[in-house]
C-alpha cells in the first residue's frame, strides 16, 4: 500500500515537472508566433498595389530572414543542454548566423539598387540602338536610290537631283492631265465598251500612261538633241517627225483640255478663240512649258533616266573615262554579322543580369537556412556572400557535408 501511494506521489512529481518545463519551452518560442504575425503585417499592409509591391520587395524577405532566426535562435538555445562539450561552438555559429543574415540583407538591397542602375542602363542602350536602327533605315531609304542610280549608270556624280525633280514633275504633269481628262475619257470609254468605268482603276491606268507620256516627251527631246550634235542628219529628220507627232499628240489631247477649261473665264472678258487659235494657245503652253523645265532640270535628269532604263554607262561631256562600278552599301550583311559576333556578349549579359537579379535573393535565403543549419548541424552550411551563381550551385551540394557534421 505505501509503494502504491509513493509509486503515486512520483508520477505525480514527474507530471508536474514534465509540465513545467513544456510550459516553459512553450514560453520561449510561443511569442515568436503573435510577433512574426506583426512583422508580416507590418510588411504587407500596403493599401494600393504599388505600396504593396514596393514594401514587399523591401522587406518581406529580410523579414522574412529575421523570423527565421528568431526560430533558430530560440530553438538553439534550448538544445545546448544536450550540447554541453559543444556549446560555445554553437553560440559562435549562431552570432555568426546573425551577421551574415544582417550582412545579406544589406547587400540585398544594395544589389536592387545595382539592378535598378544596370536595368536603366540597359533600357537606355536598348533605346539608343532603336534610335540608331531607325535613323540607319531612314537614312539607308534615302540614300540607297542615290547608290543605286550611282551603280546603274557605272559613273560617281550622277545628277540624282534632276533625274528626281523630272520623275516629280513627270507625276505632277500625269496628276494634272488625269483630272482634266477624265470626264471625256471615262465617257468615251463608256460609249465603246458600253459598261461603267470603275473610277479608281480608271484614273490609276489614266495615270500610268500620262506619266509614261510626259516622261517620254522629255526622252524624245534628248535624242532629238544628241542627233544634232552627232550631226546625224537621218536621225535628226526621224527625230524632228516624232517629236512633231509627240507635240500634237499632247497639244490636241492634254494642253488643249487646259485651254478649254480656260474657255469659260476668257468668254466671261469677252474673248472667244477659234479651234486655230485654241490649238495655237495650248502649244505654246507646250512649248514654254516644255522650254522651261527642259532647260532646269530635263537637259540633266533625261540622259539619267535614260541610261537607267537600258543600263547603260552614264557619260558626262568632258570627262575622262569611267571607273569601275562604286561598291553599294550593304545595310543589313553589318549588322547581321555584328549581332553573330556579339553572341557571346548578350549570353555574358544575360548571365550577369541574372545573376544581379538572382543573387541578392538566394544569398537572404541562403542566410535564413543557415540557422536551420545551426540547429542541427551547430554551424551553418553556405559561405557567404556568394561571388557568381556558380558558387550557388555548387554550395547546395551539401549531404555529404551534412553526414559529416552530424557523425561528428
Known sequence: MQDAVTNAAQTQQWSFILSQLFEWVMAGLAWIVPFQARVFGFVLQGQTFWSLAGTGILLLVPAAVFIAGIWGTMVALYTIPFRLGRSVTLLQSVALAWWDALRMVWFYWAGLVRFLIVLVGWVWGLLKTAVQLVWGTLKGAVTSPLAVLDATSRRPGVPWPAFFMLVFWSMIEATIFTFTLKPTASELLGELTGYDVNGFAFITLLWLFLWVLVAGSFACIQVLNE??????????????????????????????????????????????????????????????????????????????????????????????????????????????????????????????????????????????????????????????????????????????????????
Do not use: C
Request: charge should be positive; avoid cysteine; aromatic fraction near 14%.
Open 227 to 408: 542627233a544634232f550634235k552627232s550631226k546625224k542628219y537621218g536621225q535628226i529628220v526621224s527625230m524632228v517627225a516624232i517629236e512633231i507627232a509627240v507635240a500634237m499628240f499632247e497639244v490636241l489631247f492634254l494642253y488643249r483640255e487646259l485651254v478649254d477649261a480656260m474657255t469659260p473665264w476668257l468668254a466671261q472678258q469677252g474673248v472667244q478663240l477659234t479651234a486655230l487659235e485654241t490649238i495655237g494657245l495650248a502649244f505654246f503652253a507646250w512649248v514654254g512649258v516644255r522650254g522651261m523645265t527642259w532647260f532646269l532640270f530635263g537637259r540633266f535628269g533625261a540622259p539619267a533616266l535614260i541610261a537607267l532604263l537600258g543600263r547603260q554607262a552614264f557619260v558626262v561631256e568632258g570627262a575622262g573615262s569611267h571607273g569601275p562600278a562604286p561598291q553599294m552599301a550593304d545595310y543589313w550583311k553589318g549588322p547581321i554579322a555584328a549581332l553573330k559576333a556579339e553572341r557571346e556578349w548578350f549570353r555574358k549579359e544575360g548571365r550577369e543580369v541574372f545573376e544581379l537579379a538572382s543573387l541578392p535573393v538566394l544569398q537572404v535565403v541562403a542566410a535564413g537556412l543557415n540557422f536551420l543549419f545551426v540547429v542541427f548541424t551547430g554551424r551553418g552550411h553556405f559561405t557567404l556572400p556568394f561571388k557568381s551563381i556558380d558558387e550557388v550551385m555548387a554550395a547546395t551540394h551539401f549531404p555529404a557535408r551534412v553526414s559529416g557534421e552530424v557523425a561528428r
